[in-house]
């Protein structure tokens, strides 16, 4: 016992004598002098990180991404939530994704990811939407500066692009960015201090986003197309038809974007222009609400949707604005805000007839038509006709769009009103067909407003002949589609291959085996 209280003693002298500040300064294994020391020790000082119980920091430890959120979160000043696992970083982990720093499926919720190592792609969208939300980068020259760019999932272009456009990364001597690689705790603290440097200078250099107060008015298309606004303007519904200004039954064909919040990339103008070239008059905008889309940061996504809106407008496109719902299985739960949301975007698009409203895309769990999803609509409708006379609205119904029949049977009330229907030819067949026959012969309209040639799940397959057979079904009757999705996911519904630049003109070989079939059916 003495003999520790004189080596006590003896410490406190030398540390006093050495001029240290806390205990935390000094951990063990952090080399002085050592590339890293300065942020290690400058974070523990600030109590943004800790070490381990043996006095260890460990350095070259991959760091697991419950580590890097938590020091990323305590980093950003967020003080941590309601967690649903009993996992110690769980209330930072809450925080993070209700932030939509990242979305479900990346750390989902249930926590097998939360002790894994975070890949760096991950890694650096979370700190830069955590730390410097606001930063761009610009494609083509931030891309030329990373050798493994191809490797990069387009989830991550936008943050890791804007990462080294502000510096918070520097490539390693070969340029490479190893994106699905781990890191080192040491290497994260360098990351995030740099981060934080950045944010406290107001986040320069960089692009600074845009404050979001655009002129009201669209832009005018810059080409036309055939099939376009331009040729067809005002849309109408006559029966079980969709027409053109002068009456004549018109289809629009086009792709559905991915989640907005997720695949934003490919609703710029050039990928817009990409699919118009092909051949396609409409695009629509997948805008989740729940997942981390709308509902999370609703400012955001807003901007997103009017910039991808405006881009296909822009090309002569009909767009379609979908208020994504789908794991909010009960679109009722959040009219308010859908009333506010349509009300405004109405407003602002009320002057042109590019647009069209998709108000819920897919309710489904325990609700019913009746009682859930034709109240939600009718007061949406009524909202975005108190804006908008006459633009075409889209309702979805129970079981993911599958259920037009109950709709027909109590219908919404209102001119301009189309039922969605959505299919996956890998799962659904002549039923749905069957349904969409009965429901037209009542005198109400359908819009195929997404399908996909993989399974319900928008993976396996792909089912090309049961995609052939359906378009074949539509076409003939005049019904507009739009396929899921324009991304590069690894999934078979992607029409996109992983790893395509939305900056670039699209050949063949940028588009995947859906891509290719669902391009060539676009002009039919
Ligand atoms: C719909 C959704 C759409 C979903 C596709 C494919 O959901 F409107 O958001 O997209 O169809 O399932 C998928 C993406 C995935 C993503 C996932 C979750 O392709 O990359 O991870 O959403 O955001 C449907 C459609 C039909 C049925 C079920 C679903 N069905 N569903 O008939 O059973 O459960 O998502």
Same mark, same amino acid.
């Given at each position: 016992?003495?003999? &520790? ?81 009993? !996992? ?75 990462? &080294? ?5 520097? /490539? ?161 739960? !959040? ?51 108190? =804006?908008?006379? =006459? ?115 699209? /050949? ?17």
């Amino acid at each position: 016992m003495k003999r &520790y209280n004189i080596l006590f003693a003896f410490s406190l002298c030398l540390c006093l004598l050495l001029g240290c500040t806390t205990a935390n300064a000094a951990f063990s294994d952090v080399e002085p002098g050592s590339w890293y020391e300065s942020a290690v020790t400058q974070m523990a000082e600030k109590q943004l990180l800790t070490g381990y119980a043996d006095g260890s920091f460990r350095p070259n430890q991959t760091i697991s991404a419950a580590e890097f959120v938590a020091i990323t979160a305590r980093t950003a000043g967020t003080t941590p939530g309601q967690g649903q696992s009993g !996992h110690w970083a769980a209330g930072y982990l809450q925080r993070a994704l209700e932030a939509g720093w990242y979305d479900w499926d990346e750390l989902p919720p249930t926590g097998e990811g939360y002790d894994q190592p975070i890949p760096r792609q991950l890694a650096v969208k979370i700190l830069m939407k955590a730390l410097l939300p606001s930063v761009r980068g610009d494609y083509n020259s931030e891309s030329a500066k990373i050798s493994d760019f191809s490797q990069l999932n387009g989830r991550y272009y936008e943050a890791v692009l804007a990462a &080294y456009a502000c510096g918070v990364v520097q /490539g390693d001597a070969s340029g490479a960015f190893r994106p699905t690689s781990g890191l080192s705790r040491a290497e994260a603290c360098i990351l995030i201090q740099r981060a934080e440097k950045l944010a406290g200078e107001g986040g320069n250099p960089g692009t600074p986003e845009q404050p979001s107060q655009p002129d009201p008015k669209p832009p005018e298309p810059v080409t036309s197309i055939r099939g376009g606004v331009s040729e067809n303007g005002w849309l109408q519904v006559k029966g079980a038809q969709l027409c053109n200004q002068a009456g004549q039954p018109v289809a629009l064909r086009g792709m559905s974007s991915h989640g907005l919040h997720w695949f934003g990339q490919f609703t710029n103008a050039q990928s817009i222009q990409n699919t118009a070239r092909a051949g396609a008059n409409v695009f629509r905008i997948a805008m989740y609400t729940g997942e981390g889309g709308y509902l999370s940061q609703p400012e955001q996504v807003k901007r997103q949707l009017i910039a991808a809106a405006d881009a296909a407008i822009a090309q002569d496109m009909y767009v379609i604005l979908d208020w994504h719902i789908l794991s909010d299985g009960d679109p009722s739960a !959040h009219t308010q805000e859908a009333v506010a949301f349509f009300t405004e975007l109405a407003q602002r698009y009320k002057d042109s007839p590019a647009v069209l409203y998709e108000i819920c895309n897919e309710p489904n769990g325990g609700i019913s038509w009746s009682g859930n999803v034709k109240p939600y609509a009718q007061q949406v409708v009524n909202a975005i006709r108190a =804006q908008s006379p =006459q633009g075409v609205i889209l309702i979805g119904s129970p079981t993911w769009s599958q259920d037009i029949h109950q709709a027909a049977a109590d219908p919404v009330v209102g001119e301009n009103l189309m039922y969605t229907l959505h299919f996956y030819a890998g799962t659904h067949g002549q039923d749905l067909r069957d349904r969409i026959d009965a429901v037209r012969a009542q005198g109400f309209a359908v819009f195929v407003s997404e399908w996909g040639t993989s399974r319900a799940d928008g993976n396996g397959g792909v089912f090309l002949t049961e995609s052939a057979q359906w378009l074949d079904f539509l076409d003939q009757r005049g019904i507009s589609w739009c396929n899921w999705s324009l991304c590069d996911k690894n999934e078979t519904s992607a029409a996109l291959r992983p790893g395509t630049n939305p900056n670039a003109q699209w /050949g063949p070989e940028s588009l995947t085996e859906s891509g290719q079939f669902v391009f060539s059916r676009f002009g039919k």
